[in-house]
């Protein structure tokens, strides 16, 4: 397992961390996705040979927040 702290920026609200650990929590290989509001980032363990960071930060775009 691999694990990764993103900074994403946009995320304001209960409703954005449920979309955030929802979609990526949602991703084959991934094993948990926590989102910290105030330190505007999210915190993701995942086997890299199932998924890569990049889907990950795709995801996390696809739900409209940025990834620094």
Same mark, same amino acid.
């Given at each position: #397992? ?8 946009? #995320? ?10 929802? &979609? ?7 094993? &948990?996705?926590?989102?910290?509001? =105030?330190?505007?980032?999210? !915190? ?9 960071? !990049? ?5 996390? =775009? =696809?739900?409209?927040? =940025?990834?620094?």
């Amino acid at each position: #397992m691999e694990k990764v702290t993103l900074n994403v920026t946009g #995320m304001s609200c209960g409703h954005c961390v449920k979309a955030v650990e929802g &979609s990526v929590g949602a991703l084959e290989g991934v094993n &948990s996705v926590q989102v910290n509001l =105030d330190a505007a980032t999210v !915190e993701v363990e995942f086997n890299s040979g199932v998924v890569t960071i !990049e889907k990950i930060k795709e995801t996390i =775009d =696809d739900q409209g927040y =940025d990834v620094a």
